[in-house]
């Protein structure tokens, strides 16, 4: 038995290798993934591991001795360089093979580059890796001025660490709003109100010309004429999914790694998961998506676990996402994009709100901000296939719990 074959050592290609020994899968799981290390979270990099509230070995996913004790191989700083399907074996870049049984591709994703002169210059960094957050959080401790380039979560996220630690933080986005394809314009206006509030700028409408400096970043050039002054630029703009292995393997790649409802390439023995796939979601009415989340990694790893070890099952987990800026918990459940209607539930004057979004009658999303109550509810509702009215969203008296519960 050549077993299975994982590419990728993040949230996904850890819990798929996890998740198979909990399926009680005998055969050798290996795990292939470019950078050194244990497996470890990502989402605490732009937050609580900036402030110094972890560190490195509190992000670890597992302690060294769980993967000894659960027989999961690791092949930690080992590039995959090839696929061979007819063979059914890996090419790493040091030329060795690993034969397989299945191979799993979760490859995950990479920032995308800012396209301007001077986005190489020291002082300009991006954050994906353990090793990108401790460049920047050296950087950090340095810092005069900071220019984020991007409203999205990794940048708001940073931001609010800088506004926390009393630096002078500017965020430039192309777009007139945060958060523009994730949220609705009602959440965001009450999250940019609460980060002004803050000490964060923000530039909206504003396209990045290029980074000025001449041994380093000095400013944020802008198309309009404007020089941002800033010592450290994070740029924020983007993931590209990392399907180049599949591509050379001649899969199919669609926004991503195309797969099935069950998370299938068209390559029987091939199966991909995480931020490099998408897949067509009955939580998008059919229609093919590529999802950015833990909880993705988590689930489509489960699902594929399931499959592989005698219960195949269509991937139907509800979509959901976090994001922790300053006093703010913004928790999103399902997807809310597009919509054309919007209920508010709640007063953020008062500590909370949550946005329920609706694409004609049908609850489609809801958007929690401080009311995590709410996003639970949510999560049930939606994955029961089953909402309230706009007008019952709309009753502060209305009870989402029974509801969720199947008794409203």
């Known amino acids: 038995m050549n077993g299975i074959v994982v590419v990728g050592t ?10 198979l020994r909990e399926n009680g899968y005998a055969g050798p799981v290996t795990l292939v993934g470019e950078e050194p290390g244990l497996p470890y979270g990502r989402p605490p990099l732009s937050k609580a591991y900036m402030l110094g509230k972890t560190d490195a070995a509190g992000l670890a996913l597992r302690p060294e001795a769980y993967f000894a004790e659960h027989r999961l191989t690791m092949r930690a700083g080992e590039r995959a360089a090839a696929i061979d399907r007819g063979a059914s074996i890996l090419r790493l870049a040091s030329g060795e093979v690993l034969p397989y049984d299945h191979l799993v591709l979760a490859t995950g994703s990479r920032n995308r580059p800012l396209p301007v002169p001077g986005a190489d210059l020291p002082g300009v960094h991006q954050l994906r890796t353990l090793a990108d957050a401790d460049a920047l959080k050296a950087a950090l401790a340095e810092a005069k001025a900071v220019a984020v380039v991007g409203a999205g979560f990794i940048g708001l996220e940073f931001a609010a660490v800088c506004a926390q630690k009393g630096l002078a933080v500017t965020v430039i986005e192309g777009l007139e709003r945060p958060l523009a394809r994730s949220v609705s314009s009602g959440m965001a206006a009450l999250i940019e109100a609460s980060h002004v509030r803050a ?16 041994d380093r970043a000095r400013a944020v050039a802008l198309a309009d004429g404007r020089e941002i002054p800033a010592d450290l630029v994070l740029v924020g703009i983007g993931v590209i999914p990392n399907h180049e292995l599949a591509a050379a393997a001649d899969l199919r790649i669609e926004n991503g790694i195309a797969v099935d409802a069950m998370l299938a390439t068209d390559d029987a023995r091939i199966s991909a998961i995480g931020d490099c796939a998408s897949f067509p979601s009955p939580h998008a009415g059919g229609a093919r998506v590529r999802i950015e989340s833990v909880q993705n990694a988590v689930d489509g790893a489960r699902c594929v676990a399931a499959r592989l070890t005698g219960r195949p099952a269509a991937f139907e987990a509800v979509p959901w996402f976090w994001s922790d800026q300053g006093p703010l918990k913004l928790q999103i459940a399902g997807l809310c994009q ?71």
Do not use: W
Request: charge should be positive.
């Open 10 to 19: 993040g949230q996904a290609g850890f819990q798929l290798g996890a998740s």
């Open 199 to 214: 000490g964060v700028r923000f530039l909206f409408g504003s396209a990045v010309a290029g980074i000025t400096g001449s």
């Open 338 to 408: 597009p919509h054309d209607r919007t209920v508010r539930r709640g007063d953020p004057e008062s500590g909370g709100v949550s946005v329920f979004c609706y694409r004609g009658d049908r609850l489609v999303g809801v958007e929690s901000l401080n009311r995590p109550a709410d996003h639970m509810v949510a999560r049930r509702l939606l994955q029961a296939g089953r909402g309230p009215t706009p007008e019952e969203a709309a009753d502060p008296g209305f009870d989402l719990k029974a509801l969720a519960l199947g008794r409203g």
